[in-house]
């Protein structure tokens, strides 16, 4: 199987450990980095992904120290790179047509958040799939101070990166892989996702 085979079955058929065994440190960095401030990484599942390289780090597969280095420092160049990417394009970036990369949609809900929580948006988004991609972007476009971002940031990076990749190494170390990864996996997404159905919930019901 080619590595076109292999990343399309980890992300779109949710064969994870496949792909990461294939693609490695340089693999899982790249993919953290692009979730983190570039368009097309919006749709990577980045906390199950961590998640699991926790888990695969606790059988072996992967050095942990060098593992948490290497992904904390992926996710704070990542949004470095969004946030002057949306410094330069600045608020041209909203009246962009969609396409495959990009959706408008989620900028406007990442706009959105920041307006809603200013700063503070770095650091909460990372919990938040999609929403991590784009709040970088939105916080150069809106000109948020750097020391603030920057401060943000390696905060957000430190406690998404390490929390999940040590979660899945402790997990990794007292549970059985193939028995207990999936049903573990479902529930992150879960929750990945619950911030974001709750604040719908809620705004439905202002209408």
């Known amino acids: 199987m080619d590595l076109v085979s292999v990343f399309i079955d980890g992300i779109f058929h949710g064969d994870l450990v496949g792909l990461i065994k294939v693609v490695g440190y340089t693999g899982v960095f790249g993919i953290i980095f692009a979730e983190t401030g570039l368009f097309l990484g919006f749709f990577f599942p980045g906390d199950s992904l961590l998640f699991i390289t926790g888990f695969l780090a606790a059988g072996g597969f992967f050095s942990l120290p060098v593992l948490i280095s290497g992904l904390f420092v992926s996710a704070v160049l990542g949004n470095m790179v969004g946030y002057e990417f949306g410094r330069q394009v600045g608020p041209r970036i909203f009246s962009r047509d969609d396409s495959f990369i990009f959706k408008k949609a989620h900028v406007l809900k ?18 938040m799939p999609i929403v991590r991609t784009f709040a970088p972007i939105v916080a150069g476009v809106a000109n948020m101070k750097y020391p603030a971002f920057f401060l943000y940031n390696v905060i957000g990076a430190f ?22 990864l999936l049903p573990i996996i479902l529930l992150i997404i879960f929750f990945s996702f619950l911030p974001g159905i709750l604040a719908y919930i809620k705004e439905k019901r202002k209408a």
Do not use: H, M
């Not at 920041?114 to 909460?124: C, Q, V």
């Not at 406690?159 to 207990?180: E, M, P, R, S």
């Open 110 to 127: 990442a706009q959105s958040f920041y307006e809603k929580y200013g700063p503070k948006t770095i650091l909460l988004a990372r919990f």
């Open 159 to 180: 406690l998404w990166t390490v929390g999940l990749v040590v979660l899945g190494y402790f997990l990794g170390n007292i549970l059985d892989v193939d028995k207990y």
